[in-house]
């Protein structure tokens, strides 16, 4: 198996966990920011994000909304660019 084989599984993978997270609104948070970003994203920023996935969605959403302090571990850059999501427009495609 070829690495962008291997890269375009762990996406889909990706994409599918972010969308089924059990509630529209972590569904639309979650794989919202997924569509809009993992193309682009490095090997850590692919793990952050799978450790992400790993978390309850009212911990991710209360981070992603400021309602919740974020964990030294989800912080910087990827947890900024979560919460200026704009998640509604992700829901009006």
Do not use: C
């Not at 919202?32 to 850590?44: E, I, L, S, V």
């Not at 969605?57 to 660019?81: H, K």
């Amino acid at each position: 198996m070829t690495a962008e084989v291997s890269l375009d599984h762990r996406l889909r993978r990706l994409r599918f966990r972010a969308w089924h997270r059990g509630t529209k609104e972590a569904d639309l948070l979650i794989g919202g920011f997924a569509d809009r970003f993992a193309a682009g994203w490095n090997d850590t920023e692919l793990r952050w994000f799978e450790a992400l996935l790993d978390e309850q969605d009212v911990d991710v959403m209360g981070w992603a909304f400021g309602t919740i302090v974020v964990p030294d571990a989800f912080g910087g850059p990827m947890m900024d660019a979560l919460q200026r999501l704009d998640y509604v427009a992700v829901a009006m495609r």
